[in-house]
């Protein structure tokens, strides 16, 4: 399975996780409050600013990490393009790839044991109602580890059926990629197992 963490160190990755974490919170609530296409553009620019202040491969390494959005911005854009209403979609585009790309920025400058282990701590409390909070932060790291892993074997489905087939890629990709899902799970479950359980 894949990991988020950028390979490529930076000053960020000698930074915990909590303090990120927690600037992530705040940068998002003020993102959220802005109004203005150029403001929320400016945002943008500081952002794409920050990765670029980190070298130009920690750059192309984030960039591919945005790669999923653009259907979700094509939508965005279709949508309010058809409706007429383009400087709320340029805001809603941009608050959205402003927030993903910094919260991206949080998980390829954090190992995932550390983030796990911050979950852990955090979900503590929890532990007086029953819940686990080892449960809870495993469970996290995995649909971290296992998001990027997925969207590859999608994409992998996708080039598979477009060489067997003249029509595009539709709905009935889906049923395999949930087969593909569940088995890995299975896998998942059967090593955690042996390995002496949560």
């Avoid at 920690?58 to 259907?71: E, H």
């Avoid at 809870?136 to 996708?158: E, H």
Wanted: charged residues 15%; contains cysteine.
């Amino acid at each position: 399975m894949l990991t988020l963490t950028c390979p490529i160190e930076t000053p960020l990755h000698r930074v915990a996780p909590g303090p990120k974490l927690l600037g992530l919170g705040l940068a998002s609530l003020w993102l959220f409050q802005l109004q203005t296409p150029w403001a929320v553009g400016a945002v943008c620019f500081c952002v794409a600013l920050a990765y670029r202040t980190f070298g130009r491969r920690f750059a192309r390494f984030g960039a591919a990490m945005l790669r999923p959005l653009w259907p979700f911005l094509l939508i965005l854009g279709l949508w309010h393009g058809w409706t007429g209403e383009i400087a709320a979609g340029l805001v809603v585009a941009g608050k959205m790839l402003a927030a993903v790309a910094l919260a991206n920025l949080v998980t390829m400058t954090s190992r995932l044991d550390e983030m796990i282990a911050l979950v852990e701590r955090l979900a503590a409390p929890l532990a007086r109602l029953g819940l686990r909070p080892r449960v809870l932060a495993v469970a996290m790291g995995l649909v971290i580890r296992f998001t990027p892993v997925l969207i590859d074997k999608a994409a992998l489905l996708g080039q598979a059926w477009r060489a067997r087939s003249a029509r595009r890629v539709n709905w009935r990709i889906l049923l395999p990629i949930s087969l593909i899902a569940l088995d890995d799970a299975d896998r998942v479950a059967e090593a955690i197992r042996a390995r002496g359980g949560l």
